[in-house]
């Protein structure tokens, strides 16, 4: 499965970080918080019952949908702001054909501020909830629908992904123009933790028996850990004497398009060092709108030298972020051609 060799890559990739021994002042920056907590998110009918979930979802990025100071600010310079609306306070999903970005929520539904919300992608026909199991609860009526199964979970995920509009790339594209990648690559497998835990507490108050199902908090790119797993490198020498080089090949290892925003840019700088330590040579790799990765691209860094170690740090910038964040440093022994 390639989930599973995902995480694989990504565990062997941190212990690599870790026994590089990390040097404080270039070490991964602090975290960005991503999003703040969702003021108003104990206000949603379904907090009562599914505190945890509700916990989760409201520091998504789909929780600010609306309320994103950048959205509205991109709005306010709109002719048609209606023309962004459908994925920022969407109608729910089940009302909408496969892979169709939404129309704009009736007002009366549910209030804009909820954003991309609970309802969108789990309310069904006549106050049915959808979801993986269809359990029984006096709370509301429950359906279950095959897009809560790891085999059509793409599907919650690709209509609103696959536009691009304003500053928004649509990096699902690819899997509608080549629907067997689903067969590969599940969004929910990288984005959303699988979790066991109880989803929801009765009458009571008291929490019901464990199930699986999966964490509400979205792993994204301002998650530098999480950002890590998008670049596999590999570093190796050819040739000896004065035609001796260092290769360093850069995978994208996301399930898609690298990045997502048009103000997105990842710089990678990469060192060659000597045994000791001390620089030999030095190149920068750039990845931004223009200079993507592709899905599962590759691209190779030469450095005129034979190295025994190479050095990568990783920088991410966006408008979003107030300063430029460290994401990843890593150094990497050479492998011998
Ligand atoms: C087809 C669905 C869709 C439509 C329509 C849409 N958006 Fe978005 N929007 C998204 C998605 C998905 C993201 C998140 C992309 C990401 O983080 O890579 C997003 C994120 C954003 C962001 C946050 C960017 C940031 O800096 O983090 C802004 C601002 C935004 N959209 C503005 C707009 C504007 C303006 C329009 C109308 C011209 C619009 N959107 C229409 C799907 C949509
Ligand atoms: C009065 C309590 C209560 C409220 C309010 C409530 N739920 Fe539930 N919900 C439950 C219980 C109890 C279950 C069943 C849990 C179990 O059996 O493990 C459940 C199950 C579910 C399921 C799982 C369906 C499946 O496949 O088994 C979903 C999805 C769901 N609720 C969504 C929502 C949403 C969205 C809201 C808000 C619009 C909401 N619920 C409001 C109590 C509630
Ligand atoms: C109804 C439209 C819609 C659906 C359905 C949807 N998204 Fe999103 N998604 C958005 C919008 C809008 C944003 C950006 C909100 C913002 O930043 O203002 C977003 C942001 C994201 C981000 C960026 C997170 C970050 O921290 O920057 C990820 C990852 C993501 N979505 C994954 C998913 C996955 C996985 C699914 C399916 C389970 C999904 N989305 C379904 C509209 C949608
Ligand atoms: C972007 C779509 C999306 C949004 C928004 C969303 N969910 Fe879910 N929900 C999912 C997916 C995907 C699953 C996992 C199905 C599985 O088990 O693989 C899920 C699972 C669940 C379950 C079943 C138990 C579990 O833990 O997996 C419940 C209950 C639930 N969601 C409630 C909610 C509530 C309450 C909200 C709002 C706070 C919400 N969901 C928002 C997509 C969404
Ligand atoms: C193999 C794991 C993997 C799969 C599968 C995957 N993603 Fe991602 N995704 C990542 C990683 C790693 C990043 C961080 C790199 C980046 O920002 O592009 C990311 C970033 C994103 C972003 C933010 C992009 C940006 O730069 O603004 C969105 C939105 C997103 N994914 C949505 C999706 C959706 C929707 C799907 C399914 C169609 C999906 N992802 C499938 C690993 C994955």
Not at 3 to 10: D, E, G, K, N, R
Not at 14 to 20: D, K
Not at 44 to 63: N, P
Not at 181 to 204: F, G, I, K, P, W
Request: glycine share 6%.
């Amino acid at each position: 499965m390639r989930a599973t060799s995902f995480l694989a890559l990504a565990f062997a990739a941190s212990c690599l970080w870790l026994a590089s021994g990390q040097d404080p002042a270039t070490a991964p920056s602090a975290p960005v918080a991503p999003f703040a907590r969702h003021a108003l998110a104990d206000e949603l009918d379904c907090a009562t019952c599914h505190a945890t979930i509700v916990d989760e979802w409201a520091t998504s990025a789909h929780a600010h949908a609306w309320i994103d100071a950048h959205y509205q600010a991109e709005l306010a310079t709109k002719q048609r702001p209606e023309s962004c609306h459908g994925c920022h306070i969407p109608t729910p999903l089940a009302e909408v054909a496969t892979h169709q970005k939404p129309p704009p929520r009736k007002a009366e539904l549910e209030a804009h501020e909820f954003g991309v919300s609970c309802l969108t992608c789990h309310a069904g026909p006549e106050g049915a909830m959808l979801g993986p199991y269809g359990a029984a609860t006096k709370a509301h009526p429950t359906l279950r629908d095959p897009r809560f199964a790891q085999e059509r979970s793409n599907e919650l995920c690709i209509g609103c992904h696959a536009t691009t509009i304003g500053p928004v790339i649509g990096i699902a594209r690819d899997y509608v123009t080549q629907p067997e990648l689903a067969q590969t690559y599940s969004c929910v497998n990288c984005h959303m933790d699988e979790v066991e835990r109880s989803m929801a507490t009765d009458a009571n108050d008291e929490p019901l028996a464990p199930r699986k199902g999966r964490s509400h908090t979205l792993h994204g790119p301002l998650n530098a850990e999480f950002l890590a797993k998008a670049f596999d490198i590999v570093a190796r020498t050819e040739g000896t004497g004065p035609d001796a080089r260092t290769l360093v090949v850069v995978t994208n290892a996301a399930g898609h398009r690298v990045p997502g925003l048009l103000d997105r840019r990842f710089e990678l700088v990469v060192d060659a060092l000597d045994a000791r330590g001390a620089k030999l040579a030095s190149t920068t790799l750039v990845v931004d709108q223009r200079a993507f990765l592709a899905l599962n691209e590759r691209k190779e860094l030469v450095l005129p030298v034979a190295a025994e170690q190479v050095r990568v740090r990783a920088t991410h910038h966006a408008r979003r972020l107030p300063r430029p964040v460290v994401f990843l440093e890593r150094v990497l022994p050479t492998q011998a051609d």
